[in-house]
Each structure stands twice: as structure tokens, then as C-alpha cells.
């Protein structure tokens, strides 16, 4: 099973982008809840009748918090653009959401596996969703993170995110979950790696898929469309702005990975005035993920949730 954009030419993936920062406003709002639990933050949300239970796992250097909208419930909550609608997109599926901050910057995969099954655990039952089907989706350190934690955990199905896995770790693939492998070809090395467990998932029985995620062009419109603090003017403001610095060429794809562009430097050499400064961080994001090389993505939310819902069994904790 392959699913993917249509078609692989550049820039095809641009009609995937209908999603902007509100489309869920009619289906799912936030109202989370923040606990502490087990030395560390969790940030979850149960909709009305839900029918699963979604565990996030974030990449390195992130926390919960960037999966959920500031609010008076919440104030440290930063709401990042492709976090937050992944979250939305499960709420509004009916998915319960569980988010867990990792102790260190990034995921450990050993003793850090016993305490988010500890709490995936006592969060279930404390909302008496023991009977609902349980998935994950991990990004970057959170996809090898999710794909080692489903030897301990019964998942249903597992999403894989930016990240091959670890399973030449595994000593045995036996009852191991359906796999799909959110992945973006331009980084070649990891493409490679993924190919290879591909076949050895599928040769050991394991219902095995890809979603490819290809670069687009940015449009004058793209940021204000997916972050909610940007209004359009400020969004044609910065796509100007990267037009005239070189980071956007003529048709508008990304000359290099957001990281990599001196953003800081370009913004306070222009006379952009952002709402609030750590909006830097929501602008990089979406740049990195119209690079398409290694980020979090929401794009392909709606493949994501149909493997998951296709693959729905009762979890065993």
C-alpha cells in the first residue's frame, strides 16, 4: 500500500494545502487539560464519544505544550502550526489525544519506555477508554520512540513520522502493529532506510504503508492560511521579504531548509513587526515543511487517520 500526494512532480502537493489554521473551528476546539504525572507534563483532551486514543510523541527539543493553544487553561502552551492541527484533525475524528513531554531533549528508548506506558496506561483506564482502539504517531526522536514503545504497548496501528525506526532493535516482530512510514523523500539517506524496513515489516506479515511527502511553493497567503497569529498582510509582508533575500526562488520553492536560512537576521533588517517574537519559530516550522526535508507535518493528517481507523482492534495494555 502506497499512499502519497498526487503524483511526485515539484510542487504537486500544493492542492493538499486546502487545511489552514481554522478549518476544524466548526468539528473540534481546544480544551485541554494539564496534569503532572511521573516526573513530567502531560496535556491531553476527550471529545464527545470517542472511538480512539491517539498518543502523540514529539521530536527533540520538543514538549507538549507545542501540540496545544495557549489559553488561560494552558498559558505555556505554544500551539505550533502542524502540531496543533494534527491535534484538531484527531479531535475532530473523535480520537481522545495524550501528549507526554520526554524527560530529556529527545526520547530515550530505554527506561523512558516503562513510564509513558505507565501513563498511557493509568490515563486509559482513569478515563475509562480501556475499550477504545490505541495508536501513536511519533515525529523525528518521537518515531523511533513510538516504534520501539510497540513491543510494550498493544497499539492498533503506529504512525512513523520523519524518523526509519528502530527495528533492526527489536529482537521479535511477533504481534508488532501496523506500520505507516510519514516520510519526505528529499532526504535520501533516510528514504533508503525506510525502503529497507518496508520489506522487512511486510516480510514478516506486518501490514506495512508509506506517505510521502513532497516540497511546494510557498504562496503569498501560506503563513497567515497556517499560523493563526499572521494576518495576510504580515504574510505577504514576509513572502516579499524572502523573494528579495533569495530564500524562495522565481516560482516560489525554498532554496534550503528554514534552519538553515538567517531568518533572525532577515526579519530585523526588515520593518516586519510580528505579533510576538517566538512566532519566528511557527514561521521556520512551515518554511522547513515546504522544504520538505525533515518536519513535522499535519498535510497528510487525513491518511493518516484513515490508516488508523482502517487498522482499529482493541488494545491490550
Not at 502523540?56 to 507545542?66: D, K, P, S, Y
Not at 493553544?69 to 502540531?83: A, I, Q, R
Request: hydrophobic share 45%.
Amino acid at each position: 500500500m502506497l499512499l502519497r500526494h498526487d503524483g511526485e512532480k515539484p510542487g504537486s502537493s500544493t492542492g493538499v494545502i486546502k487545511q489552514k489554521w481554522n478549518s476544524f473551528d466548526s468539528f473540534a476546539q481546544f480544551n485541554q487539560t494539564i496534569e503532572f504525572r511521573n516526573g513530567t507534563d502531560i496535556i491531553w483532551q476527550v471529545p464527545d464519544l470517542p472511538k480512539a486514543v491517539l498518543f502523540l510523541a514529539h521530536g527533540c527539543n520538543g514538549r507538549a505544550v507545542n501540540f496545544w493553544d495557549m489559553s488561560p487553561k494552558c498559558p505555556n502552551c505554544v500551539g505550533l502550526p502542524e502540531e496543533r492541527l494534527i491535534v484538531l484533525h484527531a479531535l475532530a475524528r473523535k480520537f481522545a489525544v495524550l501528549t507526554i513531554s520526554s524527560a530529556g531533549r529527545c526520547w530515550s528508548l530505554k527506561e523512558e519506555r516503562m513510564i509513558v506506558k505507565g501513563i498511557i496506561t493509568w490515563w486509559v483506564e482513569k478515563h475509562k477508554l480501556e475499550k477504545l482502539p490505541l495508536v501513536a504517531l511519533g515525529a523525528s526522536s518521537g518515531g523511533y520512540f513510538v516504534s520501539m514503545l510497540a513491543t510494550d504497548v498493544k497499539f492498533s496501528s503506529i504512525a512513523v513520522m520523519i524518523a526509519e525506526g528502530v527495528f533492526d532493535q527489536i529482537d521479535t516482530m511477533k504481534d508488532y502493529p501496523p506500520t505507516i512510514f510519514v516520510h519526505m523523500p528529499k532526504d535520501e539517506a533516510r528514504k533508503r532506510k525506510i525502503d529497507y524496513f518496508l520489506r522487512i515489516l511486510k516480510d514478516e506479515g506486518i501490514d506495512a504503508a508509506e506517505i510521502k511527502c513532497m516540497e511546494f511553493p510557498l504562496s503569498p497567503n501560506f503563513l497567515s492560511d497556517r499560523i493563526p497569529a499572521l494576518d495576510e498582510t504580515t504574510s505577504m509582508e514576509l513572502f516579499d521579504l524572502f523573494r528579495d533575500k533569495g530564500f524562495i526562488d522565481k516560482n516560489g520553492f525554498m532554496r534550503a531548509d528554514g534552519r538553515a536560512l538567517p531568518l533572525k537576521a532577515a526579519l530585523r533588517e526588515s520593518k516586519i513587526v510580528l505579533p510576538d517574537l517566538d512566532l519566528v519559530h511557527h514561521i521556520e516550522e512551515e518554511l522547513n515543511l515546504a522544504f520538505a526535508y525533515h518536519e513535522m507535518t499535519s498535510l497528510q493528517s487525513q491518511q493518516i487517520f484513515d490508516w488508523f481507523e482502517s487498522h482499529m482492534r482493541l488494545s491490550r495494555l
